[in-house]
Structures are given as C-alpha cells and as structure tokens.
C-alpha cells in the first residue's frame, strides 16, 4: 500500500500524457503559433470541446459515481459564463467609451464613462440604469470570485433543500430540471438585468488585449482549458479513488445501508453537488470566452440531457470515459450540424444531416443503453482484456481461478 | 439457565406504539436491555419485530412512547439513522447487503469506526492500525484471503460473514440481528451461535428469531411479541410454559 498516487492509477498518467500531447499538436498546428494546419475557428472548437469535456467530469461524479442524475448542472455552466461575461462585457465597452470620449474637448468624467457604458450595453433592452446585479462588473477578481460564489451558494441551497427532503431518483431530475427552466425563464426577461434574450456578446474580444489578434487569444484560451481540464482531472481521480470514492459508490448502490453504517448520505450528496456545480462554472467561465456569445437558451433543459447522454455514451464511473464521451459525441455534433456532413442520397429520399443527426444521436443512445451499459469506456475495456479484473502476478495454482502471487501477498 | 441483565441499562423503550393505515403495528411496547447482554425476540409473524428494529434504529417513527438511549438517557426519536448508528447501534439484516462492486477491503474500510463526515473522509489516509484492523477483522470472518477480492464473487455465506465483519468493525455497543440463522447450515448455525453469545460479553446483542431450537442454543433471555407488545419475557423454558404463549405462539 505504499504506494504512489500514480502507481496506483496509471489511467490518470496516461490521460494527461494524451491530453499533454492533443494540447502540443494542437499548439504546433495553430496559426499563432506554428504551422498553420488548424484555422483559429476550429482551435477555438477544440478549446470548447476541452471546456464540455471539464463539465462531462463533473457529471461523471455526481451520476457516475454518486448515482445522482442532475439535469441542472449546465445551468452552473451557464452562469459560470455570465459571470464571467459581465466583466468581459463591461470592461470592453468601457474601453470603447473612453477612446471615443477622449476627442471631447474637457476630459470624460467618471459618471460620463459610466453612463457611457450603460447605455451601449443596455440600449438594447431599453434601459438606462445598470443594474445592481453589475456592481461588480467593473472588477476582474470580484466577478472570478462570482463565478464559483453564485454556482456555488445556489447548489447548496437547492441541493439542500432538495437532499434534505431526502428527493431521490427520477424525482430528483425532474426537480433540478425545474430549476434549470426557472432559470432560463428568468434570464429571458429584459428585466432580469443581463440582456434578457440578447444575452452577452462580444466575449471573444479580451479587454486589454485589443492589439493581440484572435489567433493568438483562442490558443491560449485552449491552452488554459486544458490546464484546466487536466486539473479538474486530477482532482476528481483522486477524490474517487480514495475512500471517499468507495463512500459515495456505496451510496449510489445502496444509500439506506450507508445509513445504518452511519454515513450522513445527504451531506455527501450535497458536498457532491456542490462540487460538480463549482467544476462546472469553471467549465463555463472557459468555454464563453472562446464561444463568444451566451443567451439565456443556453440554459435550455435540453443542454442538461446531451451533458448526460454524453456521459452515458462515454462511460459512467469512468473518468475517462466521460471525458471521450463528451469529446467525442460534441465534436460529431458540430461536424453533423455544421453542415459540413455530405447528404446521404437515397434515391428516393436525400439524408441531410443537419435534420437527421439528432436521430442518429437518439438511436446511439438507445443502443448504447441497450448493448453497452458502461458505454464506451466498457466497450475499449471489454476488447483490451478479458472481463475478469487484472490480478497481476503469476497463479500459485493449476485452476485458471486460482489465487495470484499479489493477491497471496496482500 | 438465563443470562441475567448485567450492567446499567443500555437502551430503553417505554410506551412505544406505531399505527400504518389503520394497522396498530405497536401497541404500547416497552423493552429494555442492558449494557452487556443477549438478548431474543421471538414471535409469529406480524407480531411486530421488525417494526420494532425499525423504531430504534430511526427508520420508523413512532406515534407515541419514547426511546432512551445509554447512562445519560437521550433519545434516540430525536436522531436520524445515520446519527442513531454513530452513537453505536449496528443492524445486521436477514439478506446480507455488501457493497459488491467493491472490494471487502473496501467494504470494510468504511465500516471501520472513523469520523464519518465528507471532509473527515477526504482527509483519510490508510494507516497501518486500519490496515490491520482490517486484516484482523478480515481474518475473524475467515475472508483474511480474500481482501482483494470484489465482494460480488463472493458465496451468500461468505457475504453474510462479511457483513458481520462490518458490523464488528463498526464497534457498536447494541448490535441488532435480524433471522441470524436464515438459510444456514448446522455447521454455520453452531459458529454464529459462539459468535453471538462471545459478542454479547463486551456489549448488547439482540436476535429476532424464529427458529426455536436456535434460541434454544442462544441460552438467554427472551422477550416474546405477540400483537405489538411483550405477551411475556424470562427465560426460555419460563416463556414456553406460559399459557398464553403456548396459545398464540406455538400453536395448538
């Protein structure tokens, strides 16, 4: 048992040599910085993919491993990126403002930049007032610090609640899935205060950094999201490894025996929750940047399921399957919807994949939950080996079952 | 002969009475146990035992009545399940419930007596008196060979044994057991009545049983249920005399 972190789980060593090598190659290809290979668009489709593939890990802990099926964690994304957004946004329209009141003949006043920006942000909804929701908007550090305060405070509210009422199962999702829609319904009034269905835009342009053209911001925001996907990695590889992994597997096979052990299983449910919520936000904070634009349909329900379909098609209780799973199902999607998928003609009937994808995905899915319960991480898992787990060592006996040098040794 | 209650009184139930739909399940049962000793509950079915179980172990709530718990008297109606076995009430149920995705390292890892809270759990390192414990426990229960394995292979009777390790590894100072001599064989039965009645010198064991000759062997007190409350309580050979006994229980 003495052990190193990694000796005990070489996956985690060799997801991030992957990641390391995916993040390098990309690098290396980029128009900032290399050859050129890989236009700035797609650069910034992969830095999203790194993004989608962070809030999948978090799914993966709180479904996975915990058994929790939330469809309410993309709505934490969603408000990591507004969080975020309103500083971008402000900041950028601050800069504008002053350059373009630096030809007035007396200097701007403060209140003039203020009232400035105010009213190119908000001409658009009508309004003349910033409100108070932007009293931090202004501060870098202040709205960083918002985007895990308000993810974070708000999981722990519904998730107490909701555990507290000791609310389980599909009744669970249907409630996380209320708090989603409530949510994006609000976000859609203009007097909500962030834009109504406008939402935010403009997020690509870094405040301070109006000379660095995008090539260059997209490659570095790729690059921050992989740092931060190979964190949120290892973070979650070595919450669940240990015995809190045991604890919570324990709970999402059977909570009310964790009770009679004498686990308080909604504290674990919750610190889960509030876990998955705040590696969410983050996802989200990264991911708007590079997307540009977030409007509150971003908060759709229907965000919360493809995170879960991306999971179950990657593997639940796999990190590194929800990570494929994401990766791999989010990419195909921007390939089938993009357009960029030749039509299939049938003859009498012509495939446009753009109509037919999301069938596609359907019946993925349903196979996938049909034929290969642990997705696809199972399926790479049942053709590298048998399904017997590694043992090591040699057998002591002549029966194929029969006791191996480790295992005599432990 | 019977084995008399010794030390103060662990756990007290007075005036207990549960009603389901209509169904009085419990009607006004009082019981006590004391610190080290065995204990049997017999009864026919419906008679209330697990309701019973059920009650102290804060599954179920009663209606009225109350439960006290150790010299300084709390109650237990007051604490959730997960409160009620931190305090020391361990519940061994009829079918053996492991985690079998997990190995019975695993599994007994996390019934070792530890602080239970997400962050106290974070913060856990194995150390070397846990990693012996567990191996001692393991041992205990004749799985000392088998730490490694994922305690889904294991047989039903391995798994019945190992979740008696958890409970032991749990410490608790009442123990619960419910139908301990289900499905066993002679053999199996002979090696949990020692264990049980070894448990019971350190601490409070209570048996629901139906089986009579296995009480039988058990040699201690028994509290007869009958209805939702104690139609009588001594020894066994006091309890099968009783007329009433003989009448709803054994029939005839």
Redesign the interface.
Known sequence: MKHSFFAKNPSVLLFLACLALFTIAVTVMSEAWGLSLIPTSFVKTLGKTLCLCLVALAMDLIWGFTGILSLGHMAFFAIGGYMIGMWLMYARTEEIVILSLANSPLPATPEEIRQGITSQIFGVVGSSELPPIWSFAHSLPLQLLLVLLVPGLLALVFGWLAFRSRVTGVYLSILTQAMTLTLALWLFQNDSGLRGNNGLSGLQNIPGLGQTSQDVISIWLFLASALALALGYLLLSSITSGKFGSVIRAIRDDETRMRFLGYPVESYKLFVFTLAALIAAIAGALYYPQAGIINPAELAPIASIYLAVWVAIGGRGQLWGAVLGAALVSLLSSWFTGGRAPDLPLGFYTIKWVDWWLILLGLGFVCVTLFAPQGLAGLLQRLAGPLTPRRGGAPLGPDPGALQEKEARE | MTGQTTGATLLEASGLSVTFDGYRAIRNLSFAIGERELRAIIGPNGAGKTTFMDII?GKTRPDEGRVLWGPLSRSLLAM????I??IGI??KFQRP?V????TVR?NL???LKAP???FA??R???RRPD?DRTETLATQVGLG?A????SGELSHGQKQWLEIG?LLA?EPKLLLVDEPAAGMTLAEREQTTTLLTELAKTRAVVVVEHDMEFVRRLNCRVTVLHEGSVLAEGSLDHVTANPQVIEVYLGR
């Open positions: 172990t959730n399940e997960a409160q076995a931190r361990g519940r419930t985690f079998e995705d997990q695993e890892i996390m019934a239970r809270s997400p759990v974070l856990w390192k194995p990693l060979q730490l490694s394995r994922k958890m749990q």
